[in-house]
């Protein structure tokens, strides 16, 4: 077994070689304050221009290597986290307050992304002939230079790999900025992986956005951006990086609508997926069920129904095994939602608390909340305009159809959203109407196949389909006629 601490503790990885740094920052377990996790590296712009230094030396060889290697190697990488998946899942929770359900099935997509991605970039890679043409013409692939990979702390292990390994499959170099609330998963397992990669093609920087993250983005020789977390700094690293042309890959903040149509099927599988699509990793989850509108017929039905199912859920520390929702995963988002609920009931707001707690005696030990129903609410209201990132849902009721339409699209962002009825031809016409990357019908949840990704329009994203787990987002394509 590979014991997970200290080797990342207030560690960073430049040009293959972990360093150790005096600044840092502590890491605590969001379902209990005062538990120590590990400490997170608060690095420096010199690190990070070390960092790129050694990215983009090691980009020189990285780039010309074949996808047969590339692949070989990722697929041998792929193998050695497979074995240690189980000591990462009980770290992961203590960092990020996810269940144990949930933290192990994000790590097992992370195994997925490598392997499968490997599969994907032998078939993807080979030359496209364009037929039709006064010459003949190929379209061949080449990596685009280095790449930073900036992600959250809400799903931190597959928001870093879903880029970085594409990323790299594609023959480019990287230097990774986790988030500073939850990056020893991640750094953890990078060690595993990065020793099946030359040295410098895997490099990793700690520290806060405001200096490490602004100095990788403002770096002229990085050239893809590939980031994920809110449309604030979405638009700041927008602008940071304007000093040269480099290529942005933005996965930003979402505030999905769900609509509930006269004739949905409000089953009891059904509603669960309703609370699913709102209460996974209690709310932080940039797609989940922000806004629920439903028809005034239903209303009081599907308001009912949802209060018996959220009776269900059991907070409390992910590690425990009874535990269906965990913890907030830091002070600040805590704070947040508890007074985002504070201000919903001073204009009046109806707020049902709901839920059960798994141990009452420690509750103000941890982030924990109880899930809220939020009714008695108009459409203008902060609640239904932000995006809360936490476990209260607002439920709005609607009379007419154009109308539940032109609320769901009044926001400025636009990830996802689902419609739910029994007809499958006015979905598709409803969903040809929302402004959202993906819309779902009765489910709001992720694509299953890692291969296909639709990111948010509007300010959610820089809309760009991928079916090849990514891999176009990081390559970019040349003609070649002869
Ligand atoms: P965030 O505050 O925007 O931070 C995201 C990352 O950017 C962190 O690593 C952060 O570093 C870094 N950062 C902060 N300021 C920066 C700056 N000026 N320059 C460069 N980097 C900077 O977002 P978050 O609170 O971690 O995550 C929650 C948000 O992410 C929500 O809005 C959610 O919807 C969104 N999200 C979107 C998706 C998607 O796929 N569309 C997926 C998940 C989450 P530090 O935190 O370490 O300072
Ligand atoms: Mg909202």
């Given at each position: 077994m590979i014991s997970?601490?200290?080797?990342?503790s207030s560690q960073y990885l430049i040009g293959g070689e972990w360093k150790t740094s005096s600044k840092i920052k502590e890491v605590r377990n969001p379902a209990k304050i005062t538990e120590f996790v590990g400490e997170v590296a608060l690095c420096s712009e010199t690190d990070v221009t070390q960092a790129v230094d050694a990215a983009e030396n090691a980009f020189k060889a990285w780039s010309r290597t074949s996808?047969?290697?590339?692949?070989?190697?990722?697929?041998?990488?792929?193998e050695k986290l497979s074995t240690v998946i189980e000591?990462?899942?009980?770290?992961?929770?203590?960092?990020?307050?996810?269940?144990?359900?949930?933290?192990?099935?994000?790590?097992?997509?992370?195994?997925e992304v490598m392997s499968k991605g490997a599969d994907t970039l032998l078939e993807w890679w080979k030359p496209v002939h364009v037929e039709g043409?006064?010459?003949?013409?190929?379209?061949?692939?080449?990596?685009?230079?280095?790449?930073?990979?900036?992600?959250?702390?809400?799903?931190?292990?597959?928001?870093?790999?879903?880029?970085a390994i594409p990323a790299i499959l594609a023959g480019n170099t990287v230097v990774i900025k986790p988030a500073t609330y939850c990056p020893l998963t991640v750094m953890s397992c990078l060690k595993i992986i990065e020793s099946s990669f030359p040295p410098g093609v895997i490099n990793i920087v700690t520290g806060s956005g405001s200096v490490v993250g602004e100095a990788l983005c403002g770096d002229t020789r990085?050239?893809?951006?590939?980031?994920?977390?809110?449309?604030?700094?979405?638009?700041?690293?927008?602008?940071?990086?304007?000093?040269s042309v480099k290529k942005l890959y933005m996965e930003l903040g979402g505030?999905?609508?769900?609509?509930?149509?006269?004739?949905?099927?409000?089953?009891?599988?059904?509603?669960?997926?309703?609370?699913?699509?709102?209460?996974?990793?209690?709310?932080?989850v940039c797609s989940a069920i922000k806004r629920v509108y439903v028809h005034e017929s239903r209303y009081e039905e599907f308001v009912d129904k949802l209060k018996k199912e959220f009776e269900r859920v059991v907070v409390g520390s992910g590690i425990q095994p009874d535990t269906t929702m965990g913890p907030l995963n830091n002070r600040s988002q805590f704070n947040f939602v508890k007074e985002l609920l504070e201000r919903s009931k001073q204009i009046g707001a109806q707020v049902e608390?709901?839920?059960?707690?798994?141990?009452?005696a420690s509750w103000e030990e941890g982030y924990f909340m109880l899930p809220s129903i939020v009714t008695n609410l108009s459409h203008d209201s902060e609640l239904v305009r932000a995006e809360q990132f936490g476990p209260i849902i607002p439920v709005i009721p609607f009379a007419d159809l154009d109308e539940a339409i032109e609320m769901a699209n009044d926001t400025e962002f636009g990830l996802r959203a689902s419609v739910w009825t029994s007809n499958e031809t006015a979905a598709i016409d409803i969903a040809d109407r929302l402004e959202a990357g993906a819309v779902f019908h009765n489910n709001h949840t992720v694509f299953q196949n890692l291969r296909l990704d639709f990111p948010g329009i509007k300010e959610s994203g820089l809309s760009q389909e991928t079916r090849w787990g990514g891999l176009e987002l990081f390559t970019d394509c040349y003609g070649f006629a002869d």
């Amino acid at each position: 077994m590979i014991s997970v601490f200290p080797e990342v503790s207030s560690q960073y990885l430049i040009g293959g070689e972990w360093k150790t740094s005096s600044k840092i920052k502590e890491v605590r377990n969001p379902a209990k304050i005062t538990e120590f996790v590990g400490e997170v590296a608060l690095c420096s712009e010199t690190d990070v221009t070390q960092a790129v230094d050694a990215a983009e030396n090691a980009f020189k060889a990285w780039s010309r290597t074949s996808v047969d290697e590339r692949a070989k190697r990722m697929k041998e990488a792929a193998e050695k986290l497979s074995t240690v998946i189980e000591e990462h899942v009980s770290l992961f929770v203590r960092e990020n307050g996810k269940t144990m359900v949930e933290a192990k099935k994000d790590l097992l997509r992370c195994v997925e992304v490598m392997s499968k991605g490997a599969d994907t970039l032998l078939e993807w890679w080979k030359p496209v002939h364009v037929e039709g043409q006064a010459q003949k013409v190929q379209i061949r692939k080449r990596p685009r230079g280095v790449t930073a990979v900036i992600s959250p702390w809400n799903s931190p292990m597959i928001l870093t790999f879903k880029r970085a390994i594409p990323a790299i499959l594609a023959g480019n170099t990287v230097v990774i900025k986790p988030a500073t609330y939850c990056p020893l998963t991640v750094m953890s397992c990078l060690k595993i992986i990065e020793s099946s990669f030359p040295p410098g093609v895997i490099n990793i920087v700690t520290g806060s956005g405001s200096v490490v993250g602004e100095a990788l983005c403002g770096d002229t020789r990085v050239r893809t951006i590939a980031f994920t977390g809110s449309t604030e700094t979405g638009k700041k690293i927008m602008s940071l990086s304007s000093n040269s042309v480099k290529k942005l890959y933005m996965e930003l903040g979402g505030n999905d609508p769900a609509l509930i149509l006269p004739d949905a099927d409000l089953n009891e599988a059904a509603i669960k997926r309703i609370r699913l699509g709102i209460l996974r990793a209690s709310g932080q989850v940039c797609s989940a069920i922000k806004r629920v509108y439903v028809h005034e017929s239903r209303y009081e039905e599907f308001v009912d129904k949802l209060k018996k199912e959220f009776e269900r859920v059991v907070v409390g520390s992910g590690i425990q095994p009874d535990t269906t929702m965990g913890p907030l995963n830091n002070r600040s988002q805590f704070n947040f939602v508890k007074e985002l609920l504070e201000r919903s009931k001073q204009i009046g707001a109806q707020v049902e608390s709901i839920g059960q707690k798994l141990d009452s005696a420690s509750w103000e030990e941890g982030y924990f909340m109880l899930p809220s129903i939020v009714t008695n609410l108009s459409h203008d209201s902060e609640l239904v305009r932000a995006e809360q990132f936490g476990p209260i849902i607002p439920v709005i009721p609607f009379a007419d159809l154009d109308e539940a339409i032109e609320m769901a699209n009044d926001t400025e962002f636009g990830l996802r959203a689902s419609v739910w009825t029994s007809n499958e031809t006015a979905a598709i016409d409803i969903a040809d109407r929302l402004e959202a990357g993906a819309v779902f019908h009765n489910n709001h949840t992720v694509f299953q196949n890692l291969r296909l990704d639709f990111p948010g329009i509007k300010e959610s994203g820089l809309s760009q389909e991928t079916r090849w787990g990514g891999l176009e987002l990081f390559t970019d394509c040349y003609g070649f006629a002869d």
